[in-house]
């Protein structure tokens, strides 16, 4: 079973940036789709941005224009730019690997990564 390991979330001021890492155990790591999702206190984890094998990306409006999500099979890792950080960025930060459709990843969950934007 594919594990995944997130990593890069910290405390980070308005307007900061961070770049959020995700290494994925497994060989099968590149035939999927790729998915960062997060969840803040009190609410429902939800989709953040996605890219599928072929690297074609979509992303939540909330984070248009300023996140990036890119992959690297080679590395079985798939990353998060977030510039333009905002207070409401802030919860926990997961990825996970999808068939068709983002919203409906199939992985097990890994730990997270805190991302907290605050001044």
């Known amino acids: 079973q594919v594990q995944f390991v997130e990593s890069g979330g910290g405390l980070v001021q308005p307007g900061g940036s961070l770049r959020l890492s995700c290494a994925a155990s497994?060989?099968?790591?590149?035939?999927?789709?790729m998915g960062w999702y997060r969840q803040a206190p009190g609410k429902q984890r939800e989709l953040v941005a996605g890219?599928?094998?072929?690297?074609?990306?979509n992303y939540a409006d909330s984070v248009k224009g300023r996140f990036a999500i890119s992959r690297d099979n080679a590395k079985n890792t798939v990353y998060l730019q977030m510039n333009s950080l905002k207070p409401e960025d802030t919860a926990v930060y997961y990825c996970?690997?999808?068939?068709?459709?983002?919203?409906?990843?199939?992985?097990?969950w890994g730990q997270g990564t805190q991302v907290t934007v605050s001044s």
């Open positions: 497994g060989s099968i790591f590149s035939i999927y789709g």
């Open positions: 890219i599928t094998r072929r690297d074609s990306t």
């Open positions: 996970n690997m999808y068939n068709q459709d983002p919203s409906r990843p199939f992985g097990s």
